[in-house]
C-alpha cells in the first residue's frame, strides 16, 4: 500500500478532526506568517512521510486546478 | 605606455614588495621562441610555471602588476590544493603561517542549528582546509620561480593582443617602456575572472549569474574563537540574508555579507554603511574588541565555465576558464586543479612523450569537474541566496525548522571543494574497482611513519603500485621501465609488499595489509597512477602487455 493510498484510507472523522486543525493552525500563524507555516508544515510530514515519490505525486496533485 | 602603480599596497599585515619591471630580452632585439607563455602571475599561473619546470619545460609568466594581488582574496584552501602545492615545493612554507580546521557551523537566532566536520583521515598529511590570504600563496609561489631557472617572470607586462594562434602563438604585449610581441609555442592563459585572453578571443561562458552582491571585508581584530566557519542566516542586521565570518593568520578576520536586495556595490562600499554592517556584525555575536578594515570589495555570485579550455594552442585555467561562487571555497581550489591536471599533459605534448589528444583530455576532465562543482555549488547558492519566491520560503522553514528539527540540518551542508574524479576521462582504462579509489579518482595519501607520508615521496611521474607478499623479481617490469624512459616518459614502481620489514622507497612494507586495504588491492593486482596521482587504471592482476597499453592511452597514444 502506498503512503497516497493510506492517506486516502484515513477515516472521514479523523480527516475531519485535520482539516479543523490545519484550519485553525492556518488563522494562528496569521496572514503574515501562514505560507511560511504551511511550507513548514510539509516538510514535516514529507520527512515523516519518508517517501520522495508519493510527496512528489502529491506536490503535482496539489498544483492542479489552482 | 603600460603603467603598472609602482607604490606598494596598502595593508595592515601585509608588506608589499615591489617587482620592477624589467626590459625584455625582445625589446633588446633578440628573438625567442619560448615553449610556453603564461599569462597572469596568480596561483594558478605561478602553479603552472612550477609544475611544468618538474618536467624540465620552461615558461614565461607575464603579469601586468608589479607586486602580488590586492588584499587576500582566496583565503581558504583545501587538503587536495595543499598535496598540489606540496608537489610544487610551497606547501610547507604555507604551513608555518596556515590556519588548518575541518569545522563549520550554521547560526540562526543565536542558536548552533548545525555543525558540520569534514572528515580527516589520519593517513592525510594535511587538515581538510587552510586558512591562508592570497598574497602570502602567491609570495611563496614567486620565490620558489625565482629559485628556478627555468621560469622567467615578467612583472609590469600587461597583454595587449592575442597576434597569431596557429602553428604558434604570437602576443602582444605592453610595458612601461613600450609593446613588443612574444613568440611562443603555446599559451596558457591564468589571467583571472575579467581574462583579457578570452574577451581577446570572444568567448562566452555558460551558466548563471546569480542576483544578489556580497560585500567581503577583513578587519583586524583580536577574537578568541576557534578557526572554524560560521554562517550566520537572518540576522537581525541583515534580514534574509547571509553572513560570513572567517579566522584569517595575521589577527584578520574576512566578513561576508549579502547586501539588501537593490543596494548597489558603490552604496555597500560607501564607509557608514560599511563601518556600521560590520559592527552591527561584531555586536551581534557579542565582540566589543576595537578593529581596523583592511580590505574589501564587492562580488557576484557566478557559475559559470567557459564549454571548452582549449583553443589551438591557447590553454585557460582558473577563473580565467570557469567563475564559481566563492563560498565554498571553490576559485583558487578548483584552479590549482586544473593547474595540476594541464601541467603534465602539456609538458608531455611539449616533449613528444604524450599525444595531442591529451590536451583535449584536459579540457573534458576539468570542463567537465566544473559543470559537477557548478551543480553542486548550484545547491548552496539557491540556500544561502534565494533567487525566487519559492526557495525563499523553502529557506525560511527550514531555518524555523532548525530550531528544534535536527532532520533539517543536512540541507545547511555547505559543500565545499573537493577533488574531482575523472570517472569518464579517455585517458582509464584497466578493471572495474570492486573497492578502493576508482579509476579517475585521486590517490589516497598514506601516513608511512611519523612526518613521512606516501606523497611525500611521489614526484611527476607515472606510477605503477604493485601489491603483493613479496616483492617481485621480474625482469619484465625492468625492461618496462627502461623502455618508457628511453621514450622519455616518466615512470616508476612502487611495490607494496606484506612480507617486509621496513620501508625502503620504493619498496614499501605494508605487514597488517592496511596500504592494500585502503586501495582495495588484492595479492598480485596493480594500479596505475598519473603524474598528476589520479588513477587511470588497476588490475586484479599484473600484466605488462595490459600496462603498457594503459599508459599509451593514458598518454592519449593509444592509436
Known amino acids: 500500500m502506498t503512503e497516497q493510498s493510506k492517506a486516502e484510507a484515513m477515516a472521514v472523522a479523523d480527516l475531519e478532526q485535520v482539516y479543523d486543525a490545519l484550519a485553525e493552525a492556518i488563522d494562528r500563524a496569521g496572514e503574515a506568517h501562514d505560507r511560511l507555516f504551511l511550507t513548514k508544515l510539509v516538510l514535516l510530514l514529507a520527512n515523516r512521510c519518508g517517501d520522495r515519490q508519493a510527496v512528489l505525486e502529491a506536490i503535482d496533485a496539489a498544483l492542479q486546478d489552482l | 605606455m603600460h603603467t603598472p602603480d609602482s607604490s606598494p599596497r596598502a595593508s595592515l599585515y601585509y608588506d608589499y614588495k615591489i617587482h620592477p619591471f624589467k626590459p625584455a630580452p625582445e625589446q633588446r632585439g633578440e628573438q625567442t621562441r619560448h615553449p610556453v607563455a603564461v599569462v597572469g602571475a596568480g596561483p594558478i599561473g605561478l602553479a603552472l610555471a612550477l609544475d611544468l619546470a618538474r618536467y624540465g619545460v620552461a615558461s614565461v609568466v607575464l603579469e601586468a602588476d608589479v607586486q602580488v594581488s590586492e588584499g587576500s582574496r582566496a583565503i581558504v584552501f583545501t ?14 612554507r604555507m604551513m608555518e603561517d596556515a590556519l588548518p580546521w575541518r569545522s563549520g557551523n550554521s547560526i540562526y537566532r543565536g542558536q548552533r542549528v548545525f555543525r558540520m566536520e569534514a572528515p580527516y583521515d589520519p593517513d592525510d598529511r594535511y587538515q581538510p582546509m587552510h586558512n591562508l590570504q592570497q598574497q602570502y600563496l602567491e609570495q611563496y609561489l614567486v620565490e620558489q620561480c625565482e629559485q628556478q631557472s627555468l621560469i622567467e617572470l615578467r612583472w609590469g607586462t600587461r597583454f595587449v593582443e592575442l597576434l597569431r594562434n596557429d602553428d604558434q602563438v604570437e602576443l602582444l604585449l605592453d610595458t612601461p ?3 613588443y610581441s612574444l613568440q611562443a609555442d603555446w599559451l596558457v592563459a591564468c589571467d583571472g575572472a575579467r581574462s583579457p585572453v578570452r574577451s581577446q578571443l570572444g568567448l562566452r561562458m555558460d551558466g548563471a549569474s546569480y542576483t544578489g552582491n556580497f560585500v567581503i571585508a577583513d578587519i583586524k581584530i583580536d577574537i578568541d574563537l576557534p578557526t572554524e566557519r560560521l554562517a550566520f542566516f537572518d540576522p537581525d542586521w541583515n534580514p534574509g540574508n547571509t553572513v560570513l565570518m572567517h579566522r584569517e593568520p595575521h589577527g584578520i578576520w574576512r566578513l561576508d555579507y549579502q547586501l539588501p536586495a537593490g543596494e548597489t556595490p558603490e552604496q555597500a562600499l560607501q564607509p557608514e554603511s560599511l563601518y556600521g554592517r560590520i559592527q552591527a556584525q561584531l555586536d551581534m555575536v557579542g565582540i566589543d574588541a576595537p578593529w581596523q578594515l583592511d580590505w574589501c570589495s564587492v562580488y557576484s555570485a557566478r557559475a559559470m565555465t567557459l564549454p571548452d579550455y582549449r583553443h589551438n594552442r591557447v590553454l585557460f ?3 580565467a576558464a570557469h567563475m564559481l561562487p566563492i563560498f565554498g571555497v571553490r576559485g583558487a581550489n578548483t584552479g590549482l586543479q586544473d593547474s595540476q591536471n594541464l601541467a603534465w599533459k602539456l609538458a608531455a605534448r611539449i616533449q613528444g612523450w604524450g599525444g595531442d589528444v591529451l590536451l583535449n583530455s584536459y579540457s573534458h576532465e576539468r570542463v567537465g569537474a566544473a559543470r559537477e562543482i557548478i551543480e553542486e555549488a548550484g545547491k548552496s547558492t539557491r540556500f544561502m541566496t534565494p533567487p525566487s519566491n ?10 524555523s525548522l532548525s530550531l528544534s528539527q535536527p532532520f ?3 540541507l545547511f551542508h555547505w559543500r565545499t571543494s573537493r577533488a574531482h574524479d575523472y570517472l569518464d576521462s579517455p585517458l582509464n582504462s584497466g578493471d572495474k574497482a570492486d573497492n578502493g579509489p576508482l579509476t579517475g579518482a585521486p590517490l589516497q595519501n598514506i601516513r608511512l611513519a611519523e612526518s613521512d607520508y606516501l606523497f611525500d615521496h611521489l614526484g611527476g611521474a607515472f606510477y605503477l603500485m604493485l601489491f603483493a607478499e613479496r616483492p617481485l623479481d621480474e625482469p619484465g617490469l625492468q625492461l618496462l621501465q627502461q623502455r618508457l624512459q628511453q621514450e622519455g616518459v616518466p615512470f616508476e614502481i612502487v611495490q607494496i609488499c606484506r612480507d617486509l620489514e621496513q620501508n625502503d622507497w620504493p619498496l614499501l612494507a605494508d605487514p597488517d595489509g592496511r596500504i592494500a586495504a585502503k586501495y582495495g588491492a588484492a595479492d598480485g593486482s596493480a594500479l596505475l597512477a598519473r603524474p598528476d596521482q589520479h588513477l587511470c587504471a588497476r588490475w586484479s592482476q ?4 595490459r600496462v603498457e597499453k594503459a599508459i599509451r592511452i593514458a598518454l592519449g597514444k593509444s592509436n
Open chain 2, 79 to 92: 587538503r587536495r590544493s595543499m598535496e598540489i602545492l606540496q608537489q610544487v615545493g610551497v606547501a610547507e
Open chain 2, 177 to 179: 617602456e613600450g609593446e
Open chain 2, 317 to 319: 585555467a582558473g577563473d
Open chain 2, 390 to 399: 519559492g526557495y525563499r520560503l523553502l529557506r525560511d522553514a527550514t531555518l
Open chain 2, 408 to 410: 533539517v540540518g543536512p
Open chain 2, 542 to 545: 599484473l600484466d605488462l602487455d
